[in-house]
């Protein structure tokens, strides 16, 4: 097995442009059932979580196991907030035949091209739409740098419960020559954006409908973990399209968990569809009004850009 370190991968990285059209194909492969994908597993941690992913394409030849995990107060320590690690097996004999030690490098990279491909999907290439980012830490980052680049924008409105974070995020983006902007409030921030991307660890909705612009779009990331939340109930009831990474994930540990199920709201389920399922024919889905992509992070994320990265 050959081990591949956080700067090898780094440097084998695609750029942007090629992984959000890598990201976006793997998307259509998984609605297509191209994949085989177990459930998530979840691991709870003293200060923070463990996730594993892993899955099969019928596409490429081989499987992946990704470990992520992290705890929320390492900075405090001087360490990473995440850390991960990608195995990569062969499909067809059942070996694995590399260790991507990315330190969580790669999910970062395929969760903001996630980001960045639907913002641009559902906004266009526009230099006259507003960007803002809700949580300023390190996918904050990954996120700004990938959804400007995909709408030829510059500035991203910011906010964070600690201003400190908003200071750096400033600092990391300037050397993109991209600008931040503070908001003092996320209501203001909603107020003024036409994108907005929400990744934070929140455990209950602080997105009000109310505070939208009526064409807005929403990519809600934080919500991977049951009992987390960022969008109010109202956001989701007024949306006119909810776009999920799995259906099948989203329903029960994104944002869809709290309602999609429900009986009593069956219009959730009926204006909900997976992204594949969204981007293979678009022309399908009305996208006039509020619209939500709600992101767990999949497996053939993982598979994708290990098997990009193997085959620089």
């Not at 904050?140 to 400190?164: M, P, R, W």
């Not at 209950?204 to 990331?221: E, Q, T, V």
């Amino acid at each position: 097995m050959e081990i591949i370190n956080k700067q090898a991968i780094e440097a084998n990285l695609p750029d942007m442009s090629t992984l959000i059209a890598i990201i976006k194909q793997c998307y259509i492969d998984y609605s297509d059932k191209k994949y085989v994908v177990p459930p998530v597993g979840h691991m709870p941690l003293p200060n923070g979580e463990l996730h594993i992913k892993y899955g099969i394409s019928h596409v490429q030849k081989y499987a992946a196991i990704k470990i992520a995990s992290g705890s929320y107060t390492n900075h405090e320590i001087g360490l990473p907030n995440s850390y991960g690690c990608i195995m990569v097996i062969n499909a067809d004999t059942g070996f694995p035949e590399y260790m991507l030690q990315d330190e969580g490098i790669l999910t970062d990279h395929r969760t903001a091209a996630a980001g960045a491909l639907m913002a641009q999907t559902m906004i266009g290439d526009n230099s006259e739409r507003t960007f803002g980012i809700v949580g300023c830490g390190i996918q904050g980052y990954f996120q700004s740098v990938y959804t400007c680049h995909a709408l030829g924008i510059n500035q991203v409105l910011a906010y964070d419960i600690k201003s400190e974070n908003i200071q750096s995020l400033k600092e990391q983006l300037a050397k993109h020559d991209i600008e931040v902007v503070p908001c003092k409030s996320i209501k203001a921030l909603c107020e003024s954006c036409d994108v907005i991307t929400t990744v934070t660890p929140a455990t209950s909705g602080y997105i009000i409908y109310d505070w939208l612009k009526p064409n807005a779009h929403i990519n809600a990331f934080g919500c991977d973990t049951e009992g987390k939340q960022e969008l109010t109930e109202n956001v989701l009831q007024n949306a006119s399209l909810i776009l999920a990474d799995s259906l099948a994930q989203c329903s029960h540990h994104g944002e869809l968990q709290y309602l999609y199920n429900d009986r009593s709201q069956q219009h959730i389920k009926r204006k909900s569809t997976e992204f594949g399922t969204f981007l293979k024919d678009q022309a399908r889905f009305s996208t006039s009004g509020l619209t939500i992509a709600d992101f767990t992070g999949i497996a053939p994320q993982d598979i994708a850009i290990a098997n990009a990265v193997i085959k620089q």
